[in-house]
């Protein structure tokens, strides 16, 4: 499965592991739905949101290798 990066878009990294919302969801990404964040980069993101990307990085894709576990 591909790696999540920083420059990724929401909406990309969405398309490569839907399963990452809780994820996002629990750092207080709250906004998953909103068109604008789809277009937002991780690093953006976690720049607005106060959050160290690569820690972010880190979570995002802990959860993108579990989904590949399953697969």
Not at 22 to 34: N, R, S
């Amino acid at each position: 499965m591909k790696d999540i990066t920083a420059d990724m878009t929401i909406g990309e990294a969405l398309n490569v592991n839907p399963d990452i919302v809780p994820v996002l969801m629990q750092i207080g990404m709250h906004c998953i739905g909103c068109p604008a964040s789809m277009g937002e980069t991780i690093e953006e993101a976690a720049m607005v949101h106060g959050i160290d990307v690569n820690e972010l990085l880190d979570h995002i894709n802990m959860a993108n290798d579990e989904k590949e576990d399953k697969d």
